[in-house]
């Protein structure tokens, strides 16, 4: 399974921005998805979650401002993200795995990873 993010750029706080990541899985509804984000200097860490049926999970710095979805006869996952703070800044990468796992916030179960697209939010 191929991952290709995109939708990152610069942003104002208090802005809005959707990313999107795109996946070559010809079976795309077994597989399901997550999203992390690597500030500078820092590890990288969970940012949401999407089920194969569309149910999702978040972080609690980013719940309530970001939501996961996905669109299965696009092969696409989104996350669009709202009333963003400095604090977001980061490189966000989606990631993918078949079938579901109980730690689906940890970063080592998934198998396949997205190139990263940086989302910079200016104060």
């Known amino acids: 399974v191929q991952l290709q993010a995109s939708g990152g750029g610069l942003v104002q706080a208090g802005g809005s921005l959707r990313l999107s990541c795109a996946a070559s899985?010809?079976?795309?509804?077994?597989?399901?998805m997550g999203w992390f984000r690597q500030a500078p200097g820092k590890e990288r860490e969970f940012v949401a979650h999407?089920?194969?049926?569309?149910?999702?999970y978040y972080a609690d710095s980013v719940n309530g401002r970001f939501t996961a979805s996905r669109d299965n006869a696009k092969n696409t996952v989104y996350l669009q993200m709202n009333s963003l703070k400095p604090e977001d800044t980061a490189v966000y990468y989606c990631a993918g795995r078949r079938y579901s796992h109980p730690y689906y916030y940890l970063e080592s179960v998934y198998n396949y990873w997205g190139q990263g697209t940086l989302v910079t939010v200016s104060s």
């Open positions: 899985a010809q079976t795309f509804s077994t597989v399901v």
């Open positions: 999407v089920t194969a049926g569309g149910n999702t």
